[in-house]
Every structure is written in C-alpha cells, then in structure tokens.
Antibody, heavy 124, light 106 residues
Framework: QVTLRESGPALVKPTQTLTLTCTFS??????????VSWIRQPPGKALEWLAL???????YYSTSLKTRLTISKDTSKNQVVLTMTNMDPVDTATYYC????????????????WGQGTLVTVSS | SYELTQPPSVSVSPGQTASITCSGD??????ACWYQQKPGQSPVLVIY???KRPSGIPERFSGSNSGNTATLTISGTQAMDEADYYC?????????FGGGTKLTVL
C-alpha cells in the first residue's frame, strides 16, 4: 500500500525559508524509474508543479521557481524534502507530494499516488 | 515555456457525454494524462499515457491525444463526476499542468 504524507509549518513569515518533508511508504526511491515530486495549489487556483527528484538523484525544477527551490531525498528514511526560500504571501497554497513511476523514460511518467496536502500560509 | 490550455468550464447533463480538451504545441507527440479533483480532496489519476485507465477508474472515462489536442471523454456522465479536471504532460525536463476545467453536471 503506497502512502505519502506531507509535513511542515502551517504558517511562515514573508522572507522566511519553507521546509517541507514528504514521508512515504509502500515503495522505495532507490528503485529504477521511481520519483517523488512536489506540486502546489493556491486556494481556488490550478495545480502548479514545483520540483521532482528521481531514483538516480536527478533533480528537475520549475523554470519560474528554480532559483528558490531545492529538492533532496533520504532514501534510508523514505523522505523527500523541499526547501523554498524567500517566501511571499503569493506562495500561500496547499503543497502536495506525489509519486511518479516513469518506467524507462520520464516523459512516460504520471502521478499515481498523492499525499493529502498541507496548507502553508505566508503572512506576517 | 510550454503551456497547456483547457477551457475553464464545461457543462453536461446527466447521462450525456462530456468532453474536456487540453491544447499544447505538438501535444500529440507527448504523453498526456488527466487528474480529477473534487473539493477538499487530492487529485486522482483518471487517464495516463493518453488513453490508459488506472485500476478502479470507471470505463466511462476515456482519453485520446492527437495533433495539438488531448481530450478526456466521460460517457454517461454521473453527478459524482462533477469535479475539476487537470491535464498534464512533460516538456523537456519539466512537468506541465493545464489550468484546469470545472465540470458541472446539471
């Protein structure tokens, strides 16, 4: 049974750095083709992809947010961590982590399991 | 950067067929997938690799992808299908989501 759970602060102040942890079970991030990604959704708005890390520690980032994001993994703990610097009120959103198993090529990949999401509010 | 365009809203009567489109440059050369999201819930994968249906997704959900447009089709739409739907594809080293379509069943 695959599960993912996001954790982190519910409230951060502007200019602070956000650190979110995705703790997962039911699969291993050392398995070929396996990935974990972060996606966010501002209230009432669309999904926005942020970053992805794969089994081989290859990292992919949103072009628009690349300078603010860092994604990393701890395979032994079954965790993926996302840091986002210089938080702003427009970053208020529900942040999801999701699993992708892309098989042979990332372009074949899709998110088959999602966490429940964690709401992060940016306010002073 | 690559963009996927969806209509903001689609309406359908119960029992009828709903079609939701997703447009992008040469999207047919990529794989498209679709997610359903109901209020207060996480997205759920309903179609992957253009037309494949995950286990547990009803047969009334189908997909196609050709040229610049991917289409999610819901046959015999039910009230429970009312939700937001998002398309997604890869472009180079980036995951891209469409802006979402609100499906209303009325």
């Amino acid at each position: 049974q695959v599960t993912l759970r996001e954790s982190g602060p519910a409230l951060v102040k502007p200019t602070q750095t956000l650190t979110l942890t995705c703790t997962f079970s039911g699969f291993s991030l050392s398995t070929s083709g396996m990935c974990v990604s972060w996606i966010r959704q501002p209230p009432g708005k669309a999904l926005e992809w942020l970053a992805l890390i794969d089994w081989d520690d290859d990292k992919y980032y949103s072009t628009s947010l690349k300078t603010r994001l860092t994604i990393s993994k701890d395979t032994s703990k079954n965790q993926v961590v996302l840091t986002m610097t210089n938080m702003d009120p427009v970053d208020t959103a529900t942040y999801y982590c999701a699993r992708m198993d892309y098989g042979d090529y990332p372009q074949e990949g899709y998110f088959d399991y999602w966490g429940q999401g964690t709401l992060v509010t940016v306010s002073s | 950067s690559y963009e996927l365009t969806q209509p903001p809203s689609v309406s359908v009567s119960p029992g009828q067929t709903a079609s939701i489109t997703c447009s992008g440059d040469k999207l047919g050369d990529k794989y498209a997938c679709w997610y359903q999201q109901k209020p207060g819930q996480s997205p759920v994968l309903v179609i992957y690799q253009d037309s494949k249906r995950p286990s547990g997704i009803p047969e009334r959900f189908s997909g196609s992808n050709s040229g610049n447009t991917a289409t999610l089709t819901i046959s015999g739409t039910q009230a429970m299908d009312e939700a937001d739907y998002y398309c997604q594809a890869w472009d180079s080293r980036h995951v891209v989501f469409g802006g979402g379509t609100k499906l209303t069943v009325l």
